[in-house]
């Protein structure tokens, strides 16, 4: 669990329907699956004969989505939804809550997007140049611009989705609904995952595979890296001009945090990608040890993996309270030591009187792994060994991943191993290796990018920094 | 009261401090005081030190906005607020609603305003070939882009906003924060008040001298027509360039039911006007009756004066129920012959046994005032004679109010006063002429528009019609 | 409108059905026809076939209300409703919000109260001796108890009512719902009213005769002072043994300020009666001036009387801001002195420049009336003359209505008008006498309590004070 | 999972401070630890220098308990809590729930419950025919009755307290908060459980052991059955008159199902429990299979003690979507089919190609499990395995849990476990044996109750059923 999370922008849902579907609840459905790639945010656009609508708002699915906001949105043939985390604290997450809907000079689009452009001061300057105003600081407006202004000059929303993709660079998987049209759009490289399902006759798009099990729909293929799809009511079809123009370079954090483990992501099952994760980390280091347990939800995959690997018995080590929901009061100062133990109670009996291998999947800043450590301790654990499915975060992610500034990376400030387990109260601590997590997605068709451990990067990052410059140019406000 | 009442379009408000003023509660009662002007959204955006946060919904401000979003928009020295009404029933209020924060090449920006462009379609289109794509269909989208565009050509915001004005057709009462000033700007004919106040060191702009009361500022000045004010840290000044450019043009209608009886608009008291309007009614024509009573509240001010110039009695005709709020469910149908008695009930002792003249501010569609003489009827009223103190609706308005179609209007299905007389159950009925309206506003240092009572309009019209063409599009959708 | 009023405590509704009335649609606007006697807590309780379910809550109407909550009461044949002011801060209005809902040995009922016990503390004491329990304060649970205690030793709810008449002393309005039958019952002193209407086959009870408008009504009769009236499928029938058994006591203060202008109350028009006492006022003293207002909201019935005995022309003094509810945000410190003015504007050309008598109901602490003057005069008037429509309150009420202590009176502080005045800013004050006060309702049929204001009550005052008592006990708690 | 769940009734917590602790803080955190005894509502009573204050409404802690409710309720040296499911469905949540707070003639009183009365009935006829009104339906206000009248004979609340203990007859666990003392009694064949801790100075009592670790208390032991802790400013004691004078009788169903499985519930770890259910299942029959899952929550912790014993791989089985929430959308009819795989997805790489044993904690109507083993038949298991940790219902409970009629039981609808499995969609179903489930909490202290199963109960069931009477005597209501 280890609050202080390294946090995923954004889930993505579309569904066009030649069927009596009712498009609406299976998005209302789908980002109740994909929530975990984004609590601050959330939206549903729907378009019915070609009208748009659409409702977002800061909050989860369950407090923005109640039945009278559902039963406004009516019904359409095509619906696209999307959950979203905001990278930037100044950002508001109402102003940049998504679908986005916009009309332009041939029609009206609502558009959502998961990713981070590389380029996006750059398109922006270039935009606001020719007199555009911005009412967000997020991608998916640029976005929806760059494609907006291609569209003035080409003859179908397709043709002015691969003239865009020439302009935009980094991550992005995009969903387009035009008034007769679901569009998905992938980045050349593959940062994101995004899927093609099928219900009926109808076809989806998600994020995830585990959106389509929500609604029933069955998995038919990933959107390849470069790739545009377009659905309508003659079916599916494909634009591949962007395919294999650039290395692939799929975020291995979707393996082992942002992805639910009964998703299959570009052909490899989370869930196996965790326990090989731990089966590499029992294999890189021994240890004399009585039970494996995990933190939830990820280190418990991983767990199983080592345990089975190792031959060390798995064990439930902690019970996670499942009911504190997003109005939760937090602690004050005077109870903040009971914080984590609120969210997460050790099970004594697993741990007491025990060398106990605990799994987790990152350690961001360290203080939350600290206490869990001690939680452990206390419960009667004699040895507390901690082992990371993730190497050391050491590097900035540009490609849509949060990753705190350096300095506050434990990773950082303890090279030593050992200095790092005496951070922790740990009596050893270890980390999958970058050659390992490179394979713990076995039947991956993608290779990765693994640049927030090494610092190597196979798409090049900005040039100009996005949140700098805004930040500054916010604050210090127009001159004249 | 008579629902089905004619809406104005929008409320507006801004406070620059140079004291120690909470702008944004000032903000929040200003708009409590020009809650009349709009009840479908409200926002307020507040800038410190030139970083501008904002929030707005659909909803009252009591609604709106909650101890938590007050104290999440902090401090500032610079605040606008908005209220709304939206003209066109398909417009989602949440999209609509104002203050519109964007941000461009060469700062950020706020704005808000009151009033009907009458080359919306154009300037839309104008901007779309460009590339601009557009989030809401609303004018205060399309002042900022024309606002925008004129100022990556000019040295500043103030040059910017008096070259858009150059642009910019029909009726605008709008205000911009910059991050360093607060600028408002009236259109040319003046269709919409917007007045300057003082309150220590610090000015304030607002749609009515109202808003300046509720927060203990003093009136100063009207904004003239065509006028351009800035406000920022060395006080007020002003840019006539646009003022007696056009001839003046005034809506009368903000004296007959816009505008709150207390404040007083470009000179004229409106409580005042409406009590002249009661006592032109009264010299119109003589009627042998016991007691004059208003419909609440406007008809209220009128009836006085209409006592006061006839010499027959003024009585309190009506208790008006004050707790139905936003959320009052509706009676069903079977209910609804006391649904006006549920807000509106007669006082049988003012009313039994008399000749009555009921007088009202307008007459739109005609069922509400079938209903309410029906009830002084059933009160024991042995006359009731209606007299308005409106002329007939007969035409459209293009300039900010909410006339329904010319079929539904009940001036245009009843021309002969009698037969209209019958339709309302009345024993007779009368409107203000034309040429008795325009002189209610005795001290009012403008002339008036009275497009929809003559057809006569002092701006022209519309060339393209705005909702129609974008209805349109919508629902055709792209072809491609 | 003056805030630090005086507060009813409480307004009732019952209605049984013979026809196919919607029972609890019919309390909900009934509740709101009868809100302004009591804001603090609200609820409804319907029986179906027996069965009773209930909703109640702290809130007004609107809040309480919602669609869902409505939709779960369902409907049934009989409904009861009740608002509540509660008269000690430190009671809960959650607690004791009405209606109450008991089962007892013999069935199930619910039951509403207006009025104020004197016998509280020892009809408790005897029933707890027998080791009842008390969930709430309320004098509803004491009578609810007795009425219980008395059913199980007679052979019909009817008989245990008139039976515990003998042991309730004090003020009483009081609705019973048993499963087959709606009951009313007014104590022999007729403090508080209590009428009778009729809507197709089906009667209804009601605390004001605005509650049967509401619903389209017609109006029957007043229940007696001592009558109990039983209604049931065989229609209406009533006892009255216990009438005629104590001197009339209705509280004069419904008429000045606690009914509703357009309510009749035992006989009287509530309007007429509040222009008679402007009338009393005008006669008592004269005034030369220029304007008579009155201050929102039963102010303006008197001023309008005032203003025909006197001749001084009547005028709009005040707009009062209807948009302000519930969770309106109290102005802090430095906004205070403008905190009137939110809620109550000077329409400025009513009175600059002019003497202006005001009319106001009453005046507790004075605070208020004393801003209220300073505006006016800020707006100009050059005189300011109270007129008070109450005489000055100098002696508790035991009897419903929540006086404050009388060292906080103004009228106890203030003995000489002309200090009184000086206090106020004003230029005079003066109080309608009690003689004339008792004469305000012309055609009331019962004779008036008027204990406030002279200290002789007709109804002997409480040997025990039951606040005094309960909050000591539950202070210093159980001593073992 | 498996919804159509069993349901406990409630969970208890109190806390008497001797330091500086926050004691409505504690309240909140334990409450959400005792979350899964109840969902149904929620309550806190505090007690500060003798003054009880409380809030409770229908919903969970994290819905009821809002920043402002916290406030409002301030500070004080002791508070009680209450969590609760109500086994009636015809009963209203919010009139039921607790801690309810009453006043008597010797002072106030909070009181909470967990459990359920035997002589219901009869109790609740002898305290009406004394007088006694009843404003809920539930034990607790039974039981506060019967303390009370214990309290006019007796000289303080313990013994009070004791002397009730003669009277009631079933289960329960009981807090009572009076003005200076906490106490606590447990039934004495122990029914539920109720623990002691320690923090600093300060003693508190939960239904459970994870609620002290929430707050950072120590556990000290468990209250015995038929044992009256009472807890002031001097320390803890105890008076034990009533121990040992029944059969214990602990509820089974609290290690298999109820109690979290972090808790230590009379000396056994219920997650221990839970696995020693599995090992038994195990030894039971052999199984040739390659993979052991959990339903979650609580057949996970069966699993991992089944895969121990049996040798048979532990796998992850399911995704449990922790994001829906109390407002939720329920799938209509025609999304049914996905309703449980919204909630609960299979991980396909666990079971695809494998003979899976699915591990689940009860077998209540059999629909839920059904829809489950049609999921992982689709996600590729060739055979699916059933196997259940508690025994097959046949009998009603009579002491606190929710065991639907008997006819609705599949147990008792299939007595032959293969035409079961065959109606369940599964290859084989298993139930743990009576005899090995109540071997499963080895160092539990207590004997268990296992009526449910068996039909032979410890306790004497109710003579009147409480239900059926009461449901009766509403329906058809009061005769004359």
Redesign the interface.
């Known amino acids: 669990m280890t609050s202080n999370k390294l946090h995923e922008e954004c889930g993505v849902f579309g569904i066009y329907s030649n069927d009596d579907i ?1 498009v609406v ?1 299976s998005a ?2 789908a980002l ?2 994909l ?2 790639r984004g609590q601050e945010s959330c939206g549903i656009a729907v378009c019915d ?5 659409g ?1 977002n708002d800061a909050g ?4 923005v ?3 009278d906001v ?1 039963k406004n949105l009516g019904g359409g043939n095509m619906a696209i939804g999307h959950v979203r985390y905001g990278m930037n604290k100044d950002e ?1 997450p ?2 940049n809550a998504q679908p ?9 689009m609502a558009l959502c997007n998961n990713g981070m452009l590389t380029n996006y001061a750059e398109l922006r ?1 270039e ?9 967000s ?1 997020g991608d998916a407006e640029i976005i ?2 760059v494609v ?2 291609e569209r ?1 000059r080409t ?3 397709q043709t002015a989705v691969c003239e865009a993709m020439n302009k935009l660079k980094g991550a992005y998987s995009t969903l387009i609904m ?3 049209k679901l569009i998905g759009m992938r980045d050349p490289y593959g940062f994101h995952p995004l899927c093609i399902g099928k219900i009926k006759n109808s076809f989806v798009l998600a994020s995830e595979t ?1 959106a389509l ?4 729909a069955t998995f038919v293929r990933d959107v390849e890296p470069g790739e545009v799809v377009i659905i309508d009511k003659e079916g599916l079809r494909s634009i591949t001009t962007h395919c294999n123009t650039k290395p692939q370079s799929l975020c291995v954090f979707e393996f082992v945090y942002f992805a ?3 998703s ?1 992501v570009d052909g490899s ?1 989370v ?2 990608a965790r326990a090989r994760a731990g089966a590499f980390l029992a294999q890189q280091e021994k240890i004399d040890a009585d039970v494996v347990i995990g933190v939830p ?1 990820s280190g ?2 991983a767990a ?1 993996g080592y345990a ?1 690997e190792s031959g060390i ?4 080590g ?2 996670k ?9 937090q ?2 100062q ?2 903040r ?2 914080k984590v ?2 969210k997460l ?6 741990v007491a009187g025990k060398r106990v291998v605990m799994i987790d999947d990152s350690i961001v800043r360290g203080t939350t792994c600290a206490r869990i450590v001690r939680l452990l301790r206390n419960a009667g654990a004699t040895e507390v060994h901690v082992r990371v499915t993730a190497p050391p975060f050491k590097h900035p992610c540009y490609f849509g991943t949060d990753v705190p500034k350096q300095s506050e990376l434990i990773a950082n400030r303890f090279e030593d191993p050992k200095e790092l387990a005496k951070e922790l109260g740990a009596d050893s601590v270890g980390f999958i290796t970058v050659e390992n997590v490179l394979k713990i997605a076995k039947d991956c068709k993608l290779n990765f990018c693994s640049g927030c451990f090494t610092g190597e990067y196979i798409c090049e990052p900005p040039v100009k920094e996005k949140e700098h410059k ?1 930040a500054k ?6 001159k ?1």
């Open positions: 009712d609840s209302y459905y109740f699956a929530q975990h004969d070609g009208v748009i609508k409702f989860l699915v369950n407090d989505f109640t039945k559902i508001s109402r102003r986005l809907i916009v009309t332009h000079i041939k029609g009206n300057e935009l606001e140049l020719k007199g555009v105003i911005f009412r600081t929806a611009s907006v202004a003035l003859g179908s929303i035009s008034p007769k585990c099990d929500s609604i029933g639910r483990p009964d299959v099952c869930h196996e939800d418990i995959d199983i089975r018995p798995y064990g439930l902690f019970l309270n499942k009911y504190i929901g997003r109005t939760f009061i602690p004050t005077a109870d030591e009971n133990r609120i109670n050790p099970i004594a009996s697993t805004y140019k916010i604050s210090e406000g127009e004249k």
